[in-house]
């Protein structure tokens, strides 16, 4: 039977399903997060979470790897296109971070944590709903067009910025957030083994000044946030 707890969202839908199996973090997450002014549902374990994916419409997975009947990682090869995963784990070394961002979270938190900041990484793991990725791979976003396979970039009056593979994997997951996007995620994305900030930096300023060079771009800034990422926004000349 699924948690209790499932029941204070709206039947089939709720912003953030929590996975996990002790109950003294679970209870602080829920409790956090509908102070933030989430719609919450949870699950205590691998069983739980699978029945409550098939049944409940959500955004977020808050995800603890740890769970006593399966390993939380098969549940992130069962998320819709529009969810989101942010794993909760203990462990904070660089290896581990890399693995579970590629088997297919966008981020992760290190337990413990502070409040604020689980309600910052919950809101930037929110995929953003006016940015759509079609069966061409095509990202739009506030007038601009991503094609993601020919690693073009086009403004609305047809001008368009050539960009390299990493500038397309970090503008990609830019545009895909309303908020920061945290330096490990774009640094994974970029790298075949564990990525590096160094790495995330020269891409940065490499679209930042692609940016600058085309009329029709200089209106999107890339903003770094000290010790936490990017986000891109739309600011006039």
């Known amino acids: 039977m699924l948690n209790r707890s499932i029941n204070s969202a709206q039947p089939g839908e709720c912003d953030v399903l929590i996975v996990e199996d002790d109950f003294a973090n679970k209870y602080l997450c829920e409790a956090v997060l509908r102070e933030a002014g989430f719609r919450v549902a949870s699950a205590a374990d691998y069983a ?55 088997s297919g979270a966008v981020d992760y938190i290190v337990k413990p944590f502070h409040p604020d900041e689980l309600v910052l990484r919950v809101r930037r793991a929110v995929v953003t709903p006016e940015s759509s990725t079609s069966d061409l791979g095509l990202t739009r976003w506030e007038g601009f067009v991503l094609d993601v396979p020919r690693r073009q970039f ?33 640094a994974d994305a970029v790298a075949s083994d564990v990525g590096n900030s160094r790495s995330v930096s020269v891409l940065i300023s490499r679209l930042r000044a692609k940016f600058r060079g085309g009329p029709a771009f200089r209106v999107i800034q890339i903003v770094s946030v000290a010790s936490l990422g990017y986000y891109a926004e739309l600011r006039g000349d």
């Open 154 to 186: 086009f403004a609305a009056d047809g001008d368009s910025l050539r960009l390299t593979a990493g500038e397309t994997e970090i503008l990609v997951r830019l545009l895909r957030r309303r908020t920061v996007v945290s330096t490990e995620v774009l």
């Open 48 to 102: 739980e979470a699978r029945h409550a994916m098939s049944v409940w419409q959500f955004q977020v997975m808050l995800l603890d790897l740890g769970l006593p009947d399966g390993d939380g990682l098969d549940l992130l090869r069962e998320l819709r296109p529009s969810q989101t995963a942010l794993i909760m784990t203990v462990c904070g070394e660089p290896e581990q971070r890399a693995h579970g961002l590629r």
